[in-house]
Nanobody
Framework: QVQLVESGGGLVQAGGSLRLSCAASGRTFSSHTMAWFRQASGKEREFVAGIIWSGGRTNYADSVKGRFTISRDNVNNTVYLQMNSLKPEDTAVYYC????????????????WGQGTQVTVSS
């Protein structure tokens, strides 16, 4: 069992940066694929970025490539999402998720979810 708690959201101006953190409890964190998803108001939840257990492979949505970076610290059981050059369209609730297995993008495969953290980007 893995429990996830996100932090780091907030209000930022367009062009600014934020770093989200996801603290995980549970001994098996280091063996899990981790990802960030987001859900904007009135829209479906979508994949943002993911990273396999070793950090050796990452995957990003086209809309965030070159601006966002996912990383993980398996010693401290934390996964991060560094978000740069933020745009108003990045405004959403951001969710951390975890799963066993190596397939990164499929939302339905994720077993564990955090409660989400709000990111608001003003123009």
């Amino acid at each position: 069992q893995v429990q996830l708690v996100e932090s780091g959201g907030g209000l930022v101006q367009a062009g600014g940066s934020l770093r989200l953190s996801c603290a995980a409890s549970g001994r098996t964190f280091s063996s899990h694929t981790m990802a960030w998803f987001r859900q904007a108001s009135g829209k479906e939840r979508e994949f943002v970025a993911g990273i396999i257990w070793s950090g050796g492979r990452t995957n990003y949505a086209d809309s965030v490539k070159g601006r966002f970076t996912i990383s993980r610290d398996n010693v401290n059981n934390t996964v991060y999402l560094q978000m740069n050059s933020l745009k108003p369209e990045d405004t959403a609730v951001y969710y951390c998720a975890g799963r066993t297995g190596l397939q990164i993008q499929t939302q339905a495969r994720y077993e564990y979810w955090g409660q989400g953290t709000q990111v608001t980007v003003s123009s």
